[in-house]
């Protein structure tokens, strides 16, 4: 089942809703169409400046 964000994060590109796994945990339903248009306007708002990314170290696992 999938449900919607509500009015907390109704507004965030990218994210389309979410699912409740069979374990419990919460699950992001991701909108592949929006993240990349995110990127790609943050992409064009970069071109004139300095784009270097500091290393983060993440843990990120994919259902």
């Known amino acids: 089942m999938i449900k ?3 009015g907390y ?3 965030i590109r990218g994210v389309a809703g979410g699912t409740i796994l069979g374990d419990g945990r919460v699950g992001l339903i991701l909108d592949l169409a929006g993240l990349i248009a ?3 306007s ?6 004139d400046k300095d784009t270097s990314v500091p290393e983060v170290e993440t843990e990120a696992e994919i259902v």
């Open 9 to 11: 994060m109704k507004d």
């Open 42 to 47: 943050r992409t064009e708002a970069m071109d």
């Open 38 to 40: 995110v990127a790609d």
């Open 4 to 6: 919607s964000l509500g």
